[in-house]
């Protein structure tokens, strides 16, 4: 498998070959269990990277600033600082805040907008999961019909002339899994940090929605 590779990116870089001719070699050596492989694997970075463009906007330090002073303002019932700081705020945290100025901060209505955002903090998180589940499975089925296909190449010769040819196929074989382990990996840790980050976003609502209703007791002078 290592030979394999090592093979296909020596010839790359050395051999004159442009990129679109080594991934071809890869789906040659690998089998048509690649062609989903590398869909997958094109989807992953497409994900990840919309998902790090996202998350950088929503809590990033600009973001968090603004945050803190929308918590303050929500906790004094400033309810004009709060339309003053969510003015083109599209984050969750200014649409939770907006719909709580606007349509007041009892449980019913908090419980619905932060439940409105988990969709936008959530996104992709299952999409990823399931590459991250699939692209191993993918490679251990093409190194499993790559080696039913050396062997019925063995079984099929009455004298091998050649043991490199099945060697050769058992090692292209392997190349599957190895191609699906890294695509699970590059999702993986990833995916983990996004849920992390998502985590920690609906904490953030959550302080949102308490200072809101405080902000609201104080001006109806309710103190129970």
């Known amino acids: 498998m290592i030979a394999v590779t090592a093979d296909v990116v020596a010839q790359g870089a050395g051999g004159g070959i442009g990129w679109t001719d080594s991934v071809g070699m ?6 048509y269990v690649m062609i989903p492989l590398m869909l997958l694997s094109v989807v992953s970075i497409a994900l990840i ?6 998350w950088i906007a929503v ?3 600009t973001s968090l600033r603004r945050l803190a002073r929308l918590n303050q303002a929500l906790r004094t019932g400033d309810s004009a600082l709060v339309r003053g700081l969510m003015t083109d705020d599209g984050t969750p945290y200014g649409c939770v805040a907006r719909r709580l100025v606007e349509e007041g901060a009892n449980d019913a209505v ?5 439940e409105d955002q988990r969709g936008r903090l959530d996104r992709y998180l299952v999409t990823m999961s399931t590459i991250i589940t699939a692209a191993p499975l993918l490679g251990i089925l093409g190194t499993v019909l790559g080696i039913i296909q050396s062997f019925e190449l063995l079984g099929g010769q009455s004298t091998l002339t050649d043991p490199t ?3 050769g196929g058992i090692a292209a074989a392997l190349l599957t899994t190895a191609f699906g382990l890294i695509v699970a990996l590059v999702t993986l840790f990833p995916y983990m940090s996004f849920r992390g980050q998502s985590n920690r976003a609906m904490g953030r609502l959550e302080a949102l929605v308490a200072a809101a209703q405080e902000g609201q007791r104080r001006q109806t002078g309710d103190t129970s």
């Open 26 to 31: 890869l789906l040659t050596r690998g089998g």
């Open 49 to 54: 990277v919309e998902r790090l463009i996202f």
């Open 59 to 61: 809590n990033g330090k």
């Open 110 to 114: 908090a419980l619905e907008v932060v």
């Open 165 to 167: 040819e099945v060697a």
